[in-house]
C-alpha cells in the first residue's frame, strides 16, 4: 500500500449517515438538534461554530418523526434579495419531491426563475449600454419585488404545513455571509417563518452567537437577536485527543504508512478545528507522495513552509515577542500565570501584558475559555529561522 492511497482518505467533506463510523463527538449537539426537530412546535434555532468545526455535518444529521426534514443550501449571497429568492427556489426545488406540494412548489419554483431572469437579464443588458451614456429613469429599472416573494415563501410554508401538520427547514452555508446581511434577511421575512408546524434550522456565524449569548445574560433586557432565535446552539472546537481520533478513524487501514508523532503534530496544527488537521494531513502526504512513509519530519518541513507563506506579514517580531514565543512552547494557563512566566525570562510586567495582546492579535498565541497557550501552527516549527526581528 502507498500514501497515493491515503489521499483519497484525507478529503474534507462532511459527514453524512453512510459515514457516521467517522463522526467524533459531536452526538450531544445531534441529539440537541433532533430534539428542538421532534418536539418544538416552531420557532427559529441555529448552529453556530467556527468555519470548520462541522456545522454542516450535524445538520446533515437532524432527523424528525412523522414531519418532512428538508435541508437546503444558500449560494446567492450577494445581497438580502439574492438570499430569499435563493431560499425560495432551494425549498421549492426540495418540496417538489413531496406529491402533495409538487405542483405549487413547481409553479413557485419557476417564478422565481422568472424573475430573477428577468432582473438579472435587465441588469446585464444596462451594464452592456452604460458606456454609450444611455440614461434610465429608475422607475424604469426592473427591480427585485421583495414583498412578492415573502408572499411566495409564506405559500409554499403554509401549504406544506397543511399536507405534512410538521415541516423541519434546515438552512446551510448561511454561516458564510455577513452578520448584517443575514440578520437583515431574517428580520425581513421573520413573519414568514415564524409560524405554527415549522421549525427552522440555520448555519449561523460564530459572531452571532457571540452576539446571542451576550444579549441572553443581559438581566431582563432583550437583545435584538433574541426576537429572532429561540435558542442556538455552539459547535465547541474539539479536543486534541478528538482531532486525533478522528484522524485515525478516517486513516484506520492504512496506519502503518503515518508515524503516531505525524497525528500528534497535525493534532496540535488543527487548533480545535478538524478541517485544519485534515488539511494539513493532506497536504504533507501530497507533496511527499513518493516516500514510503510519512515522518515527523515531513509534516514539520510542511507546516514551516505553509506558516511562511501565509504568516509572512506577521512573522516580523520584536525580540521580547521572539523571547515569549520560546517561553511559550508548552505553556497553558491564565493570564496573571503567562505574566508570571515571561518576567521570569526578563521582560518587564507591564511589557508582558503588551506582548500577549500583540501575539493574540497576530493569532499566534490563542485566548480560549480563560486559558492562554500557543497556537499549534507554531508549536513544531524552528521559531529561529522562520520569524524575522525588528
Request: proline share 1%; glycine share 4%; hydrophobic share 40%.
Amino acid at each position: 500500500m502507498s500514501l497515493k492511497d491515503l489521499v483519497r482518505h484525507l478529503v474534507d467533506k462532511p459527514l453524512d449517515l453512510e459515514t457516521r463510523n467517522l463522526l467524533v463527538n459531536r452526538e450531544k449537539e445531534i441529539q440537541i438538534l433532533n430534539r428542538l426537530a421532534e418536539f418544538q412546535s416552531y420557532g427559529v434555532y441555529g448552529v453556530a461554530g467556527e468555519t470548520g468545526v462541522g456545522k454542516t455535518t450535524v445538520l446533515n444529521f437532524v432527523e424528525a418523526k412523522d414531519a418532512c426534514v428538508k435541508k437546503i443550501n444558500i449560494t446567492l449571497r450577494e445581497s438580502v434579495d439574492s438570499i430569499l429568492y435563493d431560499l425560495i427556489y432551494n425549498l421549492a426545488r426540495a418540496l417538489e419531491a413531496e406529491r402533495e406540494i409538487a405542483r405549487e412548489a413547481k409553479q413557485i419554483r419557476e417564478w422565481v426563475t422568472e424573475e430573477v431572469a428577468s432582473v438579472r437579464g435587465f441588469a446585464l443588458g444596462f451594464s452592456m449600454v452604460a458606456s454609450a451614456n444611455v440614461n434610465f429613469q429608475k422607475s424604469e429599472m426592473p427591480r427585485f419585488n421583495f414583498f412578492a416573494a415573502k408572499e411566495k415563501l409564506a405559500e409554499l410554508i403554509e401549504r406544506t404545513v397543511r399536507m405534512k401538520e410538521k415541516l423541519i427547514l434546515l438552512i446551510d452555508e448561511l454561516d458564510k455571509e455577513r452578520k448584517e446581511d443575514v440578520l437583515r434577511t431574517l428580520d425581513a421575512i421573520k413573519s414568514q417563518i415564524v409560524f405554527e408546524g415549522l421549525v427552522v434550522i440555520l448555519a449561523l456565524p460564530y459572531s452571532i452567537y457571540r452576539e446571542y449569548s451576550a444579549d441572553r445574560m443581559r438581566w431582563n433586557e432583550a437583545g435584538n437577536l433574541e426576537n429572532i432565535f429561540k435558542d442556538i446552539v455552539f459547535l465547541e472546537p474539539l479536543s486534541k485527543s478528538d482531532i486525533k481520533e478522528l484522524l485515525i478513524r478516517r486513516i484506520r487501514e492504512h496506519l502503518d504508512l503515518v508515524s503516531q508523532e505525524v497525528l500528534e503534530i497535525a493534532s496540535d496544527f488543527a487548533d480545535g478545528n478538524p478541517r485544519d488537521a485534515i488539511w494539513i494531513l493532506n497536504k504533507t502526504v501530497f507533496e511527499n507522495v513518493e516516500e514510503k512513509r510519512i515522518s515527523k519530519e515531513h509534516i514539520v518541513r510542511t507546516i514551516e513552509k505553509l506558516v511562511g507563506e501565509y504568516f509572512v506579514h506577521q512573522l516580523t517580531l520584536t525580540e521580547n515577542q521572539r523571547k515569549a514565543l520560546r517561553t511559550l512552547r508548552d505553556f497553558t494557563g491564565s493570564k496573571e500565570q503567562l505574566v508570571s512566566e515571561l518576567q521570569k525570562v526578563g521582560i518587564k510586567r507591564t511589557t508582558a501584558y503588551s506582548v500577549i495582546e500583540q501575539l493574540v492579535q497576530k493569532k499566534i498565541l490563542l485566548f480560549r475559555n480563560g486559558v492562554y497557550r500557543l497556537s499549534g501552527k507554531f508549536k513544531h516549527v524552528d521559531m529561529n529561522s522562520l520569524f524575522q526581528i525588528r
